[in-house]
T-cell receptor, first 112, second 114 residues
Framework: AQSVAQPEDQVKVAEGNPLTVKCTYS??????LFWYVQYPNRGLQFLLK??????LVKGSYGFEAEFNKSQTSFHLKKPSALVSDSALYFC??????????FGKGTTLSVSS | DAMVIQNPRYQVTQFGKPVTLSCSQT?????MYWYQQKSSQAPKLLFH???????NEADTPDNFQSRRPNTSFCFLDIRSPGLGDAAMYLC?????????????FGDGTRLSIL
């Protein structure tokens, strides 16, 4: 069965420091992987996706993610965190059709 | 801007009183989804429509139903809400059923049960 795991419930970083939010996957075949962000009382916003090709994927708001097949990981990264990046982040993959399978989510807190 | 709009943003209903949540989209996407999300947990897919074709998740309670009268609108009906149905309900769309297409979410309706 397709699944993703986010091992950290919470990540805390200081503003200006690099951030990493971790995601590992268990997918048969070629994985389709996504990152979404959710601000309080809002829906999910798509950040980026990996389908195939370049292992470094660039997305919205300066975020990027690195696909690592040997480690079955798809970690979300940003070189310099902003306080406004504080939110709930979900890694996801898809099962048959387009249904998204989400990780449990990681709360990112960026302190000023 | 093209978007997914959910109304109302907040809905309060009484235990056992039917309630309908609505979703509209200006993206002209074929697929519309309904998710249930409880307090900072991952969203859980309830069902989705591909055009008029309805696809129910195996573990979605019978209490939850949906209607899609046209491409732009989709409704979630909860026939007899229980306290456990209090949650955020998210509507999403995608262009097609290819698994590599991102989904576009509305801002959700937060449902409270009295």
């Amino acid at each position: 069965a397709q699944s993703v795991a986010q091992p950290e419930d919470q990540v805390k970083v200081a503003e200006g420091n690099p951030l990493t939010v971790k995601c590992t996957y268990s997918v048969s075949g070629n994985p389709y992987l996504f990152w979404y962000v959710q601000y309080p009382n809002r829906g999910l916003q798509f950040l980026l996706k990996y389908i195939t090709g370049d292992n470094l994927v660039k997305g919205s708001y300066g975020f990027e993610a690195e696909f690592n097949k040997s480690q079955t990981s798809f970690h979300l990264k940003k070189p310099s965190a902003l306080v406004s990046d504080s939110a709930l982040y979900f890694c996801a993959t898809t099962k048959a059709g387009t249904a998204l399978i989400f990780g449990k989510g990681t709360t990112l807190s960026v302190s000023s | 801007d093209a978007m997914v709009i959910q109304n109302p943003r907040y809905q309060v209903t009484q235990f056992g009183k039917p309630v309908t949540l609505s979703c509209s989209q200006t993206l002209n996407h074929n697929v519309m989804y309904w998710y249930q999300q409880k307090s900072s947990q991952a969203p859980k897919l309830l069902f989705h429509y591909y055009d008029k074709d309805f696809n129910n998740e195996a573990d979605t309670p019978d209490n939850f139903q949906s209607r899609r009268p046209n491409t732009s609108f989709c409704f979630l009906d909860i026939r007899s809400p229980g306290l456990g149905d209090a949650a955020m309900y998210l509507c999403a769309t995608s262009r097609a059923t290819e698994s590599n297409q991102p989904q576009h979410f509305g801002d959700g309706t937060r449902l409270s049960i009295l």
